[in-house]
């Protein structure tokens, strides 16, 4: 069977990651605004002020402030974010080099303070609109879909402060408006849309990466937070279905396979109870349109009392997602057992696989886990699927003849289309494949230029210095040729 000939190849990109210009063209202030740039062993810091005092503290993509905290650039600190890679004024030009590549589907997001400066206006922001209306129309030029992420670990940081990162249930019709109103603007130019980047990531925080949060109240936050996302996400998706009956609207998940290290029947549980948590619950919320019975197990075991309402439940069997989209870029080992042999990185912490390789930033390269990850989710949801983001990332250096040899990315790329193939001959209703950051990017983990992804060079580095020159680099000419032969020519 492999690959269908209207398989949708392309790449994936986030407007925090890649537009700078984060204050021109009336664009308000956005969480991603106050992080600051990190490192492999140092974490990305929010800035703001309590009390009148600049303070900071580490942040994780899609964090919020301290109760009480007002967001605040500090001069003394380097916000990768503020340009990035400048896409706002390049995104003609690496359109193009899209186009050269063959792409039939672009996913970037929508920046909510370019719409909405501060999140509750009563207008949208003209010059926002025209922005993505440019970038869509060049985008159809070269006959690419885009696929558009409505709220990408970006809430405006004026709603994060007043509501205390989705803290109260008014966020709900912040965002059925600011979604509507894309909706509308953008019919007839954007066919794909997701409603929230990785949603589970607020409970991958608390328990993954080595995480071992205890704290009640921030359970309560956690899955209060969810709940709301998971109401105006089905709002959004009824109103997108009544505005177009074309219009595809799918969820995104972290996707991280998780392994039991022994055939302990207590590392099976632990294992399975880790699934239901971290990746099952927002699944099956979007995708079956209710709380699974183990809901109430991971509620009680953190004293978890939700706001939700008769209404909510019917939006919620009303909203279901038309499509399965996540993220994968690793796998973990899950164990009661005390275990030596560790690994730690970015977002990367517990017990090593033998039977893996690890990158520099200590993510496990486990294609099999694709497959894997594949088969059991559309298995358990039957609806089309997407892989959104996958890729390496990794140091590129420019050689002597001037060119980026990226074989490594080549290969780690290689080994993950052969396994969506596997999957795809196994039954899987795979439609669509978007690398991450088919052009350089900053990373959000760490804030670096360094951890490359790209097909393209960016040239800028981890200090913000740098042409922006654009060069495409081997993996380029490689991913053009995969393209062209549907997934046939991996050579």
């Known amino acids: 069977m492999s690959f269908p000939k209207n398989f949708l190849w392309g790449g994936a990109t986030a407007a925090n990651q890649i537009e700078g210009a984060y204050d021109e063209d009336g664009k308000g202030l956005s969480v991603t605004d106050i992080t600051t740039a990190g490192s492999l062993d140092a974490p990305r810091m929010l800035t703001y002020k309590l009390n009148g005092k600049l303070e900071k503290t580490p942040g994780i993509p899609g964090a919020g402030l301290p109760e009480g905290a007002v967001g605040a650039i500090d001069p003394n600190e380097y916000y990768p974010n503020h340009v990035a890679i400048d896409f706002y004024h390049h995104y003609k030009e690496d359109i193009k080099m899209f186009a050269e590549m063959g792409f039939k589907i672009f996913r970037l997001s929508i920046a909510w303070t370019r719409i909405f400066p501060k999140g509750d206006e009563e207008k949208p922001n003209q010059a926002g609109l025209d922005f993505y209306r440019r970038v869509f129309e060049e985008c159809k030029k070269y006959g690419i879909e885009p696929l558009v992420t409505i709220s990408h670990y970006e809430d405006p940081l004026y709603l994060s402060e007043k509501y205390h990162d989705w803290g109260d249930r008014k966020m709900i019709d912040m965002y059925v408006k600011y979604a509507t109103t894309l909706f509308e603007e953008y019919r007839g130019l954007v066919k794909y849309w997701l409603t929230f980047n990785e949603i589970n990531s607020t409970l991958l925080m608390l328990s993954a990466f080595g995480n071992n949060v205890t704290d009640d109240k921030v359970y309560q936050h956690a899955y209060q937070k969810l709940h709301y996302q998971f109401v105006a996400s089905a709002r959004a998706v009824k109103i997108a279905h009544a505005l177009d009956p074309n219009y595809v609207v799918g969820n995104m998940i972290c996707g991280i396979v998780d392994y039991p290290l022994t055939p302990d029947p207590k590392d099976i549980l632990a294992n399975r109870h880790m699934w239901e948590k971290n990746i099952f619950y927002c699944g099956d919320v979007q ?50 057992h005390e275990v030596k042999d560790k690994v730690g990185g970015n977002f990367a912490a517990g017990v ?11 993510w496990a390269t486990d294609p099999d886990g694709l497959q894997y990850y594949l088969e059991v989710m559309y298995d358990r949801y039957d609806i089309p699927m997407m892989v959104v983001e996958n890729g390496l990332g990794a140091v590129d250096k420019i050689s002597d003849d001037g060119k980026i040899h990226d074989d490594y990315r080549i290969d780690y790329l290689r080994m993950h289309i052969k396994a969506m193939e596997r999957a795809i001959d196994d039954g899987v209703d795979l439609i669509g494949y978007t690398t991450w950051g088919c052009i350089d990017l900053v990373s959000a983990g760490t804030g670096q230029m360094s951890k490359r992804y790209g097909f393209i060079y960016v040239d800028r580095d981890d200090e913000g210095n740098g042409t922006l020159k654009r060069m495409p680099k081997d993996s380029f000419y490689w991913y053009k040729k995969v393209i062209e032969s549907d997934g046939k020519d991996l050579d």
């Open 287 to 336: 995708a079956k349109g209710k709380y699974p019975t183990y809901a109430k197990r991971l509620w009680n075991e953190h004293n978890v009392h939700l706001d939700i309402t008769e209404q909510d439940r019917k939006d919620l069997l009303e909203g279901k997602v038309d499509i399965y989209t996540f993220s994968y870029y690793m796998s973990n080992i899950i164990t009661t």
């Open 352 to 362: 090593k696989n033998p039977y893996l390789k690890y990158s520099e930033w200590g």
